[in-house]
């Protein structure tokens, strides 16, 4: 991309110069050049429909040299009054004698504050091809010679932007010098200037000595001594600091190209990382029938905290011609090493092509690994054809077959097995693959893609038959309690995936993670701008279904949130496996979450929780307590209804519970605390009502449950609590979820059984009344 936006810079600026060159030579011929300008500007707009702007005087100098100092010049856009390009002054000066001869030997040319704004339209033409174009046929006559003492350019503004590739490239405070520019002369240049650029971001400076030869007339151009500097920020690197030494010399249109003693260098860093790398190449030499050169080496070390890689490159030798070059035996080497991890890579292949069509292939390219993760050992190998057609800019993969031991986080090795394609697009920024193998126990089926290189934007679409996520949990040794083990919790940190930019689906046939088990699982996942969302999420889950959303930010601490409605499901084994333990509650139905947390303990995201839930369950149970076994065993207390009825508490186990045929209730959730006000639980026996707090963050719960005798006879003993039918129970429940503590409060009972006695012996008392009043009626009149 950079070579043709010099290209277009240096034709735009080279195309201004020559305008104001022929300008001044037409200026030169006359006594009074100011008479003259409407004519050079009229001129200007008939043929190139652009506005010149000359608004100061045009000054002269005559033998031995005719000079003309411009002043302020400008030129418009065709057709546009916006600015194309201007100089703020300008200074040209000929030769008399030559210019009789049409030779243009121009003394010195100098321009300071040159600006232009150099565009590529999205149909690929430029802002200035009329400008290139020629007006009629050309005169026959000798051709002009060009022959200039020297070039200065100082505080230069130019701007190249290209609507087709979206990238906009700005050259800021350019000065250039040169000596000499004349065919077959040995001269030198001198260029500084500040490049920022979008697509990829660059933000640099840039230095440039060099000696140099051109014969315009035979198209043969030579560097000498060139020595480039580079520093600043680019291709998401800081502090960088690019050298590029050596010597060219070429010949484009016999393409013959000849480099020599080319030295590259460069180091930079991007976040924590710390990158230095080298290029040699000692001779290289193409022409139209042969390509020759010696050994290209290279190496590169990238440090990351207490990583290192280190990687060696080397090509020893080129052959054959440029239709049909070979590169025999490439090999790269690489070494990787941290804490843990000491592993050693190579890639190795030969390569042939044809430097003309840019088409290149490799039989059989072979990545082999060998290393070790801790005391486990980590190898394999990857091999694929290689095609590359970089005039289309495509890059292809057609055979991947890759076999490989990974170290398994639970201790051991995991196989993983991998076979498909790969293609890159590099003028689209595209790469797509196609992947189907087997990790572990699982076989997947893998499209993966790259949208973007920079900034990269991945996007994936996998199938897996089933995966136990919890085979690859760490555990203790044997003998070694878990905690010691593990030692204190660690901080959940997603900073990590900040700046992941990735889009696509997962589907899992069967799925076991944190003991949980789901079958059918299909989520979209996104991540971007520091946040990642799987919406939608849908599962089968212990005979029902689930359909949701989930979220999370990538900042510290980091945020959570989830919206989950599911329905049929069978909460009592979901629980179980969760937990790894009884649960205190059973049943099938409808549960809705709407919640949201932040932390990076699993404490602290538990006592974080804010949000709603509601359920709504049948055919289940609560256990921890026997309401109806706990009323029964406290009967003959109440047997004579005083109010001095002591109280009957007591501690429930797992194997009590209170049968339910419908339980609802919805939930506010405060700092980790569910606060509920309309528990509705029916059973057989009993109905409960209640409010109260289940303390999440502290696994406690702290409720008051009132429950009602109802008449029914059936359920768990009905028979022997008809004395209490229609009687309000409370019930104090309080404590961990493993032993919950409950207490009845008997004189509040007897009190309220006593109310209902009485409104009982009221009741008869006024269907008797209302009886005898009835007989009263009916003697009096006779009936």
Known sequence: MMPKVVKYVAIGVAALIALLVIGAGIIAATFDPNDYKPQLIKLVQEKKQRTLTIPGDITLSFFPRIGADLGKVSISERNNSSEFAAVESAKLSLALIPLLKKEYVVDRVRVDGLRANIRKFKDGTTNFDDLLAKDGKDEPGEALKFDIDSIEVNNAYLVYDDQQQSRRIELAKVNLETGKIANGVPSKLHLNALVRANNPEVNASVAVKSGFTMDLEQKHYVLKGLDTEIKGNLLGFTDTRIKLAGDADMKPDSKQFALDSIKLAAAGKRAAQLLDARLDIPKLVMTDAQVTGGKISGDAKLVEGARTVTATFAAPSFEGSPQAFKVASMVLDAVI?????????????????????????????????????????????????????????????????????????AGGTLALKAGGNASANLGKETVTANLKGSLDESAFDAKLGLAKFSPAAYTFDIGIDRIDLDRYKGKPAAGTPAAKLAGPEKPMDLSALKDLNASGSVRVGMLKAANVRAANVRATLHAGGGKLDVNPLAANLYGGSVGGQLSATTASPTRFAARANMSGVNIGPMLKDALQKDSIIEGRGNVMLDVATSGGLVAQIKKGLNGTARLELHDGAVKGINIAQAIRSAKAKIGTIRGDAPAQSGTGSAEERTDFSEMTGSFRIANGVAHNEDLNLKSPLVRVGGAGDINIGEDRLDYLVKATVVSTLKGQGGPELQALKGVTIPVKLAGPYTAIDWHIDFAGMAGELAKQKLDEKKGELKEKAQKQLGDKFKGLFGK
Do not use: E
């Open 337 to 409: 090493k941290d804490a843990r991890l000491d592993a050693k890579a190579k890639l190795s292949g030969t390569l042939t092509g044809d430097i003309g069509k840019m088409l290149f292939t490799s039989p059989q390219l072979a990545l082999t690994l060998a290393g070790r993760q801790g005391d486990t050992a980590l190898n394999g190998t990857l091999t694929t054809p290689l095609s590359a057609d970089m005039d289309k800019k495509i890059i292809d993969l057609s055979n991947i077959a890759a076999s490989f031991t990974l170290p398994n986080p």
